[in-house]
């Protein structure tokens, strides 16, 4: 199994379409990590980044946040998402993944205003 991770600063990214770097960690059947590589991804463009996963055979994506496109699109393609997932070490949530400690991604989880906060929730509100 594939599992692809957004990274900021090495941990899971808050803000999957802006990330710079993207980690691959295979698993085998038992959950034991097989390889992990870094890649840069193609240029951030709507569609983009679903294709690329898809094409480098990547099984699910776990990350901090992600948009109902992306979200959608990932479903279409049949990977599997993991979102409002905190900034911690990719292996340690591929871990929990493997693990079956992180829920699937019903709705996007997103923080459109890009704080950067380590709740699972934070409102604004509107004047």
């Given amino acids: 199994m594939r599992i692809a991770v957004p990274l900021e600063k090495g941990?899971?990214?808050?803000?999957?379409?802006?990330?710079?770097?993207?980690?691959?960690?295979?698993?085998?059947?038992?959950?034991?990590?097989?390889?992990?590589?870094?890649?840069?991804?193609?240029p951030h463009e709507p569609g983009a980044f679903p294709r690329w996963f898809a094409q480098q055979g990547v099984d699910v994506v776990i990350t901090g946040g992600i948009g109902s496109r992306a979200l959608a699109m990932f479903k279409r393609l049949g990977i599997e998402v993991r979102s409002c997932v905190p900034p911690e070490d990719p292996r340690e949530v591929v871990r929990a993944y493997v693990e079956g400690r992180l829920p699937e991604a019903e709705e996007p989880c997103t923080d459109h205003h890009h704080h950067h906060h380590h709740h699972a929730h934070h409102h604004h509100e509107e004047e």
């Fill in 11 to 42: 941990k899971v990214s808050s803000h999957f379409g802006g990330s710079e770097r993207f980690c691959i960690i295979e698993v085998d059947e038992n959950g034991n990590e097989r390889s992990y590589e870094e890649f840069v991804p193609p």
